[in-house]
């Protein structure tokens, strides 16, 4: 093609995948926080900019990033930073604006997180189907040794439901692993590092609204965050040996 840019950000959220993201999403975040100790105008600000809106161009969900960067500046009271990074986001996703012809947010995508037309009872029980359905995914995600291959020698053995429940509340206590490991990590780097948390409330958030269908649950939209959960579950591992 003669506009290959125009490709890559009309095809981004299909042709791309969760790892690409995933890297762009975690360059991002550790940017941010190296901004964070550096002066406000610095080059650092276009990098976090750049790859703020290379994540949002990349995949939807990123955008969900952009807030939790700049719900942390309005937390901190850092106005001066905020200021800053809005315009300089805005410039960064402008590729991504223009070759979608203004459609940041796709039809597809508002369909399924925003306009599910249902009541507020059926979003709060598919919601809630939701995230029981990602704590069985959890150990799959994070533990290589769990997947389909050991549900379907479970299934073989007719002990699948044992293997359901079993993943469910391992699940759990991996969650409660990477929360604890999180809000664990030292006072004075937990203001660094709070992004991560904002960040990860507002992913979990789009991903427990999904539209319910073939599509709602899928192990791959865990990728994205590896990084993070790694990052807690390996701090909240620490902590607990720490209390032993």
Partial sequence: TLFPYTTLFRSSNRVLSEAVFASCSLAATIAYVTWRSRPTYSP?????????GLSASVRTVGLS???AVLTDLALRRDWRRFCLLVPAVAVAVAPQIWATEGDLISHGYR??????????????????????AYLKQLPAALVPAFGDRLQAMAAARGLER???????????????????????????????YRVIGI?????????????????????????????????????????????M
């Avoid at 650092?44 to 703020?52: P, R």
């Avoid at 269908?213 to 959960?229: A, D, E, M, T």
Wanted: glycine share 10%; charged share 10%; aromatic share 10%.
């Fill in 44 to 52: 650092h600000a276009i990098l976090v900019a750049a790859l703020l």
């Fill in 162 to 192: 044992v293997y359901v429940v079993a993943t469910s509340l391992l699940g759990l206590c991996l969650l409660s692993v990477v929360a604890l490991g999180l809000w664990s990590i030292p006072d004075q780097s937990r203001r660094g």
């Fill in 65 to 67: 990033l952009i807030g």
């Fill in 111 to 132: 369909v399924q997180v925003f306009e599910h037309g249902d009541d507020a009872l059926a979003r709060v029980a598919s919601a809630t189907h939701h995230f029981t």
């Fill in 199 to 243: 960040y990860l409330l507002l992913y979990a958030g789009a991903m427990i609204n999904f539209l319910s269908g073939p599509w709602g649950i899928q192990l791959r939209f865990l990728v994205p965050v590896l990084p993070f959960l790694y990052l807690g579950l390996l701090m909240g591992a620490k902590r607990l040996a720490a209390l």
